[in-house]
C-alpha cells in the first residue's frame, strides 16, 4: 500500500527543515519505506477534505489504506513500530526509546516553541523585553538538562533511534536564536542527525519543493 504523507505547498521557514512534515520524511527514509507527497496550501487545509484527515487544519498526515493519521508523534512511532531502523530490538530499549520520543514532544519542545512564539507571533508587544529573558531561562534549563544526561555519549541511549529523530527536530528550532550554541554537546548532537544520510534526503525533499515555482492559477 502506498504511503502518503501532506506538506505545506510552501513552508512558513522557506524549507529549511523545521516544518513538521520533515520529522516523518526522516522517519521515512530511515526505514527506506518510499512515499508520496501531497502538498496542500495554507487556504486548503483549512477546507473540509483536509479536515477530515486532520482536524485541527495542520500538517503532516499519513494515509496508508485505510489507515489515516496525524500528530508527527503518532505517525514516527507508527513507522517505528512496524518497519525496521527506529527501534532497537530489545523491549527495554524499545521501551526507553519512545520515552524519549515523549520527551522531545512533551518536555523540551513546549518552552522552545514559547521562545519561537516570544520572539516572531509577540515580537512588537510591550512586554516583549521583560519576558524573553524569563522564555530564554525556561529553554537552558532544559537544555542543561539534558545535555547532563547525554554526556558525551552519541544518542541519547544507545544507538539511533526515533527518539534521537524527534529530539533532533525539536532542538533544530533553537538554530536561529543562537542558544543551542551556548551548550557545544547539544549542538554536535543536533549536527550528527543532521550528518545522517535520510535526513539529508528529507532535507533535500522539503527543500525542492520550497525551490520549485508555484503551480499557476
Known amino acids: 500500500m502506498t504511503i502518503t504523507i501532506t506538506a505545506f505547498e510552501r513552508s512558513p521557514d522557506g524549507g529549511k527543515g523545521l516544518a513538521r512534515d520533515t520529522r516523518v520524511r526522516w522517519a521515512l527514509e530511515e526505514t527506506g519505506l518510499p512515499y508520496e507527497v501531497r502538498l496542500v496550501s495554507f487556504r486548503a ?75 516572531l507571533a509577540e515580537g512588537d508587544r510591550p512586554w516583549k523585553a521583560e519576558r524573553l529573558p524569563l522564555v530564554e531561562d525556561r529553554v537552558r534549563a532544559r537544555l542543561n538538562q539534558l ?22 527536530s525539536v532542538l533544530l528550532r533553537l538554530r536561529p536564536s543562537g542558544l543551542l550554541n551556548e551548550f ?29 515555482p508555484l503551480p499557476a492559477g
Open 45 to 119: 487545509m483549512k477546507e473540509a477534505a483536509h479536515l477530515a484527515l486532520h482536524p485541527f487544519g495542520q500538517i503532516p498526515t499519513y494515509e496508508e489504506g485505510g489507515l489515516v493519521l496525524f500528530e508527527t508523534g503518532s505517525i514516527v512511532l507508527h513507522i517505528a513500530e512496524r518497519h525496521p531502523g527506529l527501534f532497537p530490538a530489545d523491549a527495554n530499549a524499545r521501551a526507553r526509546a519512545i520515552t524519549w520520543m515523549f520527551a522531545a514532544l512533551n518536555t523540551v519542545e513546549p518552552p522552545i516553541l514559547e521562545l519561537v512564539t516570544a520572539k
Open 147 to 168: 545535555a547532563a544526561r547525554l554526556g558525551d555519549a552519541d544518542w541519547l541511549d544507545g544507538g539511533f533511534s526515533a527518539g534521537d529523530l524527534l529530539m533532533v
Open 184 to 212: 557545544p554537546s547539544l549542538a554536535a548532537y543536533v549536527a550528527r542527525g543532521e550528518a545522517r544520510p535520510a535526513y539529508q534526503r528529507a532535507f533535500a525533499a522539503q527543500l525542492a519543493i520550497n525551490a520549485a
